[in-house]
């Protein structure tokens, strides 16, 4: 019987390493960010909730996503713009700051480049450069498999060659960052996140629209063959991964943190049928310029130095990312 999200998301051991006293999230009002808070405030003397509420997608559901939070002591939550407002006074006696903040998706990055350069760049500049003025001791910094092009499947020395200005975004800020790592000390971890699901996904997400689209009987509309791949990642995954690496000491090192099972997008759009009940009907259109052939993360580096690996496999996954839309057509 699969267990429940709340129960899957709280069926992990306590991760290894020195413990954190007070961690600031940035980002933690959308999908990862929120799910990363609620599993900290269990193993911190304080989290530090960071966001602007940008109008990526609605406020109303990154506030939803907050709910829980709110009535915990011990997390604060902090309404900031990370590219203008003053950092120095949230990281002040901060032991690690996680960020999450970003401009994420492939397609809109092509019409949108001043907010991806924006968000995806300065604000890293100006996080790194508060956490240098305030002495904060490790910085974890969320990157993509993006960054590895179009098809991302080996390890993290692989060449990096993004297709997309989403892409080519983060990997500059992982450049930037190792410069302020190598050239004035910044103390720092970077993660690959791999094709990340689960509840609270965002509106935009592939996962989300079809689970959408079968509850209302629609058509599925898969851009190119439907045999592109991805070893997809549960979010518990990326949260128990993400907290491995903050615990650990910094060591300017990146690892790719994804799933350990890859699944074809019409695999997965079988999979989602089924946990709904429903036959699925697809349509196909011609490819998205910038999209990823196949994604496959080789975790081998993370698994030995973190000792982090992932544990969700992708039905057991998808059944809880249905379960949830479901729910929400429920209330």
Known sequence: MDASVAELE????EPDGEAMKRVVVTGAAGFIGSHLSERLVHLCDEVIGVDCFTDYYERDAKESNLEALRQVPNF??????????DLAPLFDGVDVVINLAASPGL???WEEFDQYES????????????????????????STSSVYGADATGPETSETLPISPYGVTKLAGEHLLRAYGMSRGLPLTILRYFSVYGPRQRPDMAYRIFCERLIDGEEIVVFGDGLQSRSNTYVSDIVEGTIAAARQAPTGEIYNIGGGREITLLE????????????????????????QRRTVAQTDKAR???????SVLPAEGLALQAEWVRSLRDR
């Open 10 to 13: 709280m069926m992990t051991n």
């Open 119 to 142: 968000n995806n760049l300065r604000a890293v500049q100006r996080i790194a450069d508060a956490m240098l003025a305030t002495g904060v001791g490790h910085l974890v910094q969320a």
């Open 304 to 310: 030995g130095q973190l000792g982090w690996e992932p």
């Open 268 to 291: 997965a759009v079988e999979l989602l049928g089924d946990a709904l009940g429903v036959e699925p009907r697809i349509r196909f259109e011609e490819g998205r310029a910038g999209d």
């Open 76 to 85: 604060r939550f902090v309404e900031a713009d990370l590219r203008s407002d």
């Open 107 to 109: 397609v809109r990055s």
